[in-house]
């Protein structure tokens, strides 16, 4: 019999020998103070407690943190806005700080699982490039993909860096069409350390997280290992089934190996299991009762409801990334050399009835099965890049990135054994409706430059980027149901040479313009292949260009006593092949679509008097459909998304305000505001009859409240999300591996949320 049970948590007693080993002095160490993530990004020790409250004057007033002195758009979310948060918050999270960036989740506080939704200037999650240290994160589709906050625990985040215009240079990803987002970590502190922290509140929350920094090992060679237990439920039903619980570890060694070498390891492990998974719901559902999801939270023995059990629904799997890196000097040459690795394991539970239509299946409607689509991955990569400065005019490096990866999905069907006691199922699959297998390869070469010009007035930043892309798809079995057997497809495409510029002007000592253009690609997606594939390689339609988007950014910063502005107009224009569903089916085709996305976006931070920090972020957004081959009434001649209608899921305005309150270094209190704008969320299908009427996400305002109490050692906190209670729909969401906009169905927002924590360091 197939059950849940929990793997062991095998780092823990690595963790209990380095405390142990190093107990008796924990009373005579402290971590020692890092430099400001703005700094030294990705390269900071977690600082002693009392440093933290010093610190913050410094770092959340920095002209860094709206991209000071960067010729592109760009923001820098530093250690320091970590603050505003209680441990174990998803690192999405702090997106919603950004301006050009609309986050959603069906969690207060974000998750690493596909029901938050991330948008960054009209493009959603699978269109915006992801790395953590620089080290791609691979597509984030669903089915098969990956979120990177999976591969580590944001306690132990430093910063991240976030490229709006994905401006920069050999920045590898396969999906950076809209712009660059990098989680970068803390390095290990250089004197032993420990730290523990705790949470509990709404939705049974609780969290459990313990790190201990080794301190010098041997000389310059430093290490931490940190692991991390936390679950909670469902947060918008009254009374869920079951619990979704996080195991991670991360293990971490800096080895400085002289003035110019440095070599770091990196493993992270990430165990998830649901069963009290979030479902999506229609509008009319949610205005209905916005309190349901359409899951069942208690066993009936009626296959017809138990069909929709909350505790066998859900997306559990394990994760598993390391990388090696290495900075050295050589020969007057910079030279960095990355490698990773990252395995994935999952399934996406789900529930049928016995007259599902797939082979092998007994044909009854009061026989149920359970269906695990399971997914497994291996992806593998290295980085390589040169650069050297010589002058003003030439500050250069050369690099080259490849990936290869592959992955596959099974859909297997097992009876439940005791349809009147559930949920319990079989070992051995009676039918396999599904078994897909994909081999993608990548490999980008690139060429960067800065130059200064007239004795520093004006700064450029340019280079070519070129990036090929090789996919097979092989599937024995693509959909039983319908006898779709023995599918192949196949692409070799290449973006041509990409070009990307950015211009700095100093207008003043405090003051600079700065402009930017881009031309960005995507790889290929698996859903495209899948969408195009065929019995014979001869029939099939194989995909001959890449995504591309044509980004420009034109702005203007300024830093003054206290205080930090910036505003930045951007354009986008893109060409895509998306795989959009075929309605009434399971099946996708693959529909050519563009966007045209025209904005404003506004940032700012102040300090006012001793005691007071502002906060502020706003985007206004013009983002349509731009469709070509259409008839008279805008429509294309496959997919019914008409020319000029506005992008599905995406906001035209979205605004978040913060203030904080330090009457000294123990007290912080903080209040926010993020509003969301009404966003296009479905479009009825002209070709079908009866597909309903256009839809829109209602507009919503959410209040948040934090504050926290810090001791020599001991820190408490409170946060407060969605204080007012406020229903909502979170985000679109999406359905197969393929486009929202044909979907109509919605994540269900986070309610009223309580969180209290506690952080201990000594």
């Given amino acids: ?166 401006g920069i240079v050999g920045a590898p990803s396969h999906q950076a069409l809209a712009g660059h987002i990098d989680y970068l970590t803390q390095d290990p502190g250089r004197a032993f350390g420990l730290r523990m922290e705790a949470a509990t509140g709404s939705a049974e929350l609780g969290r459990l997280y313990a790190r201990v920094d080794s301190g010098e090992l041997a000389p310059g060679l430093t290490a931490y290992l940190s692991v991390s237990r936390q679950q909670w439920q469902v947060s918008y039903v009254d009374d869920p089934a079951g619990h979704d619980t996080r195991d991670h570890a991360d293990l971490k060694l800096a080895w400085r190996l002289g003035q110019d070498t440095t070599l770091k390891l990196y493993s992270s492990f990430n165990e998830r299991k649901e069963t009290s998974a979030s479902n999506i719901v229609t509008l009319r559902q949610f205005q209905t009762d916005p309190k349901q999801d359409g899951y069942t939270d208690h066993w009936t023995g009626v296959p017809g409801v138990d069909r929709n059990y909350r505790g066998l629904k859900g997306n559990p799997r394990e994760d598993r990334l390391s990388y090696l890196s290495l900075s050295t000097a050589l020969g007057g040459l910079k030279v960095s050399a990355k490698a990773y690795h990252h395995g994935q394991d999952g399934t996406g539970k789900e529930t049928g009835l016995g007259n599902g239509g797939y082979p092998g299946l007994d044909g009854s409607a009061r026989s149920l099965y359970f269906r695990a689509n399971d997914y497994d991955l291996s992806r593998s990569g290295a980085l390589v890049e040169v650069g050297a400065r010589q002058g003003d005019l030439l500050d250069w490096r050369a690099g080259a990135w490849y990936e290869s990866y592959e992955r596959g999905q099974v859909r297997r069907w097992y009876p439940i054994l ?141 830093k003054g006593d206290g205080y930090a502005l910036s505003v930045q107009g951007f354009s986008i224009r893109s060409k895509e092949t998306v795989a959009a569903d075929i309605a ?73 305000l913060e203030a904080t309150w330090r009457p000294g270094d123990a007290w912080r209190l903080g209040a926010n505001l993020r509003h969301v704008s009404s966003q296009a969320g479905y479009y009825a299908n002209p070709r079908v009859a009866g597909s309903g009427v256009d839809e829109r996400m209602p507009a919503y305002t959410l209040l948040g409240a934090s504050g926290s109490y810090q001791w020599e050692h001991l820190t408490l906190g409170l946060n407060l999300e969605n204080i007012t209670n406020k229903r909502y729909l979170s985000g679109v969401a999406p359905e197969l591996m393929t486009t929202a906009s044909s979907v109509g169905r919605y994540f269900i927002g986070a309610p009223r949320t309580v969180v209290l924590w506690v952080r201990m360091e000594l």
Avoid at 595 to 603: F, T, Y
Avoid at 626 to 643: E, H, W
């Fill in 1 to 166: 019999m197939r059950s849940l049970a929990r793997l062991p948590f095998a780092p823990l007693p690595l963790a209990a020998l380095l405390v142990a080993a190093h107990a008796p002095v924990l009373a005579q160490e402290a971590p020692a103070p890092a430099r400001p993530a703005s700094e030294a990004a990705g390269d900071t020790a977690p600082p002693p407690t009392s440093a933290r409250s010093q610190s913050l004057s410094q770092v959340t007033v920095t002209g860094e943190s709206i991209g000071l002195r960067q010729s592109r758009a760009n923001v820098k979310i530093t250690a320091a806005d970590l603050e505003h948060y209680p441990t174990g918050v998803s690192a999405d999270k702090l997106l919603e700080r950004v301006s050009g960036i609309q986050v959603g989740s069906s969690n207060a506080f974000g998750g690493d699982g596909f029901e938050s939704t991330i948008s960054m200037r009209g493009f959603g999650k699978d269109s915006i490039g992801f790395s953590i240290d620089g080290i791609p994160n691979g597509r984030t589709t669903l089915g098969g993909g990956s979120v990177p906050t999976r591969f580590f625990d944001s306690s132990n985040l430093a910063a991240i860096d976030v490229s709006q215009s994905a």
């Fill in 584 to 656: 009434g089916t399971l099946q996708s085709e693959n529909v050519d679509q563009g966007r045209r996305i025209d904005g404003i976006e506004l940032s700012a931070n102040a300090r006012v008097g001793a005691a007071w920090r502002l906060y502020g972020a706003f985007t206004y957004q013009k983002a349509r459909y731009a469709l070509g081959d259409v008839d008279a009434q805008g429509y294309p001649a496959k997919g019914f998304i008409r020319d000029g209608a506005d992008l599905v899921g995406i906001a035209p305005r979205n605004l978040f």
């Fill in 418 to 558: 005791d349809e009147a006691t559930g949920p319990a199922y079989a070992d051995t699959p009676v039918a396999i409706s599904e078994d897909k297998h994909w081999k993608n390869r990548s490999t980008m070469v690139y060429l960067a430059n800065r130059s200064s010009l007239l004795e520093g007035r004006i700064k450029l930043d340019y280079g070519l980027t070129y990036l090929d892309n090789r996919v097979d798809y092989r599937a024995p079995t693509q959909d039983s149901r319908t006898g779709k057997l023995n599918f192949v497809n196949e692409a070799r495409v290449n973006s041509g040479v990409l070009p990307k510029l950015g211009a700095l002007v100093p207008l003043g000592a405090n003051t600079e313009l700065f402009a930017g253009y881009a031309k960005n690609a995507a790889t290929m997606t698996d859903a495209t292949l899948e969408g195009g594939a065929a019995t014979t390689m001869a029939a099939a339609v194989r995909p001959r260009d890449m995504d591309t988007a044509k980004a420009f950014d034109l702005g203007l910063r300024h």
